[in-house]
C-alpha cells in the first residue's frame, strides 16, 4: 500500500503555531474518520496524539489538535514548546484490505 | 500501569527465523487487541498485523502473508510475533502496540520499548 504523504520537515519558534499535513486517498484517509497521530522522538517508541481525527487522549496537551477534510488530515500545534520538537506521523485506517498506513514522517524543528 | 515489554534484540541470518514476545501486564490483556509494528532505520512505521487477545482472530497486513504470525497466550498476558525467511530488507525495530478500546480505528495507545532484529549473513 502506498504510504500517505507528509512534508519532510516543518518549523517553529516557541509560542508558535505550526500545522503538518497528511495527504490519502478516498480508500483511507478520506474513507474514514480513522486518522491517528504519533511523536517520536528519537531512540523512543511512538506516542498517540490525537485518534479518530480530533480526539486525544488523556494527557496529551490540549495544544495538539486534530482536523480532517476531504483526503487531507492535519495536527495543529500551538504555543510551540522545546518537547515538541520531534518527527510526527500521521496513520490511517485503510480498509479490511490493507487495514493499517502511516504516513512518511515530519520532522519538527523548534528554533 | 500499562506495560507492554518485549524480548531482548536478535541477530539473524537470511532464511531464518525470529520470534519476539510482549508481555502486558496492568489491564486486562484480553480487553485490547494487541498489533506489530515494525520500523526500519530511518523509515516510517509499518504495520504487520494483530491479534484479537480474546479470540485469537487474527489479520495480517498483505506484505507480510505467509511470512508472519502472531499468537497470544492468555496465561501468560504475551503476544508473540514470528517473521519467517528473514532477508535484510527485515532488519528493523519491532514493536508491539496495544489497539485502544474506545475506537474501531486500530490507534495503538500503548507500545512496548521496540526489539531491534538485525538480519546479515
Known amino acids: 500500500q502506498s504510504a500517505l504523504t507528509q512534508p519532510r520537515s516543518v518549523s517553529g519558534s516557541p509560542g508558535q503555531s505550526v500545522t503538518i499535513s497528511c495527504t490519502g486517498t478516498?480508500?483511507?484517509?478520506?474513507?474514514?474518520?480513522?486518522v491517528s497521530w504519533y511523536q517520536q522522538h528519537p531512540g523512543k517508541a511512538p506516542k498517540l496524539m490525537i485518534y479518530d481525527v480530533t480526539k486525544r487522549p488523556s494527557g496529551v496537551p490540549d495544544r495538539f489538535s486534530g482536523s480532517k477534510s476531504g483526503n487531507t488530515a492535519s495536527l495543529t500545534i500551538s504555543g510551540l514548546q522545546a518537547e515538541d520538537e520531534a518527527d510526527y506521523y500521521c496513520?490511517?485506517?485503510?480498509?479490511?484490505?490493507?487495514?493499517?498506513?502511516f504516513g512518511g514522517g515530519t520532522n519538527l524543528t523548534v528554533l | 500501569q500499562v506495560q507492554l515489554v518485549q524480548s531482548g534484540a536478535e541477530v539473524k541470518k537470511p532464511g531464518a527465523s525470529v520470534k519476539v514476545s510482549c508481555k502486558a501486564s496492568g489491564y486486562t490483556f484480553t480487553r485490547n487487541a494487541m498489533n506489530w509494528v515494525r520500523q526500519a532505520p530511518g523509515q516510517r512505521p509499518e504495520w504487520m498485523g494483530r491479534?484479537?487477545?480474546?479470540?485469537?482472530?487474527?489479520k495480517y497486513s498483505q506484505k507480510f502473508q505467509g511470512r508472519v504470525t502472531i499468537i497470544r497466550d492468555t496465561s501468560a498476558s504475551t503476544a508473540y510475533m514470528e517473521l519467517s525467511s528473514l532477508r535484510s530488507e527485515d532488519t528493523a525495530v519491532y514493536y508491539c502496540?496495544?489497539?485502544?478500546?474506545?475506537?474501531?480505528?486500530?490507534?495503538?495507545?500503548?507500545w512496548g520499548q521496540g526489539t531491534l532484529v538485525s538480519v546479515a549473513s
Open positions: 502496540a496495544r489497539e485502544l478500546e474506545e475506537s474501531s480505528g486500530y490507534h495503538f495507545d500503548y
Open positions: 496513520c490511517s485506517y485503510a480498509g479490511s484490505y490493507s487495514f493499517v498506513v
Open positions: 478516498s480508500s483511507d484517509v478520506g474513507g474514514y474518520n480513522y
Open positions: 491479534i484479537n487477545t480474546g479470540d485469537g482472530d487474527t
